[in-house]
């Protein structure tokens, strides 16, 4: 009985809050904060997290100073980008420079303008490899849509016509081109019909460049080509009055 009294006056003596501990320091802290003015408080918080707000700073500071340097290295690229460019005169060095910038806007300038120039002497196998790196290195539609029109004439012109069939329809089809490029690709297209007899499909593809408000000058060439095919001509024709189709008609050779 006794011990069992002692067990607990201890216990007791050990819940009270013994004189100088931390706990009894933190709550004179507390009321003595409580009771300063606002001087005071703003002393006794920063004494408190001065470490924190030391650290807070700091990470502002690196920050701000990492966009800065981040703007300032990006601007300095383009610059010197823009400078190389400018000194790669002959065609070595323009393909020197597009090789050591594949992956940005100017870097594709420079493959088509190489891509174009090999268009332009024939050497269309050389005109693909530049045009698809071209095409590779664009972001712009502007320019992308141009390599991709390049790209498949190149291919049509070294006697690839099946992948650049397929080209030119995937230009047609893209909403995202300008008009006047989805327009030129329909037109190139309805040449290898008006080649392979198809002059259902030809005026098909004339009918949706017509449909265009953007298209340039490929509604005048639409209408010059099918004043100049007799049988596309008299299918114009039928399919504005009768709506017959171009096997049922009968083409009259000019005297």
Do not use: C
Not at 43 to 53: D, E, F, P, T
Not at 121 to 134: M, P, Q, R, T, W
Request: net charge negative.
């Amino acid at each position: 009985m006794s011990g069992g009294f002692k067990f607990s006056m201890a216990e007791k003596r050990k819940e009270q809050p013994q004189p100088g501990n931390k706990q009894d320091t933190y709550q004179k802290l507390d009321e003595a904060y409580a009771e300063s003015n606002l001087e005071d408080q703003l002393i006794v918080y920063w004494n408190r997290h001065k470490n924190q707000v030391l650290i807070g700073l700091l990470v502002a500071v690196v920050l701000v100073l990492g966009i800065q340097l981040s703007k300032w290295w990006s601007q300095k690229s383009v610059t010197d980008r823009g400078e190389a460019y400018a000194a790669a005169t002959d065609d070595s060095q323009k393909e020197a420079f597009a090789d050591n910038n594949s992956s940005s806007e100017l870097g594709g300038v420079a493959y088509l303008e190489l891509a174009d120039k090999a268009y332009s002497d024939g050497n269309f196998v050389n005109a693909i490899s530049l045009y698809e790196k071209a095409f590779k290195a664009f972001d712009l539609v502007t320019f992308k849509q141009r390599s991709h029109l390049g790209l498949a004439l190149s291919r049509l012109q070294s006697g690839n016509a099946t992948v650049a069939i397929k080209d030119l329809e995937s230009i047609s089809a893209k909403v995202d081109y300008p008009e006047v490029a989805r327009a030129e690709a329909l037109f190139h297209l309805s040449i290898l019909d008006w080649e392979n007899g198809s002059f259902e499909s030809m005026l098909q593809r004339h009918e949706q460049i017509e449909e265009f408000s953007n298209a340039g000058n490929w509604p005048r060439k639409v209408f010059e080509l099918q004043n100049s095919v007799p049988e596309l001509k008299m299918l114009v024709l039928a399919k504005a009055t009768d709506g017959l189709s171009v096997e049922n008609l009968q083409v009259i050779p000019a005297n």
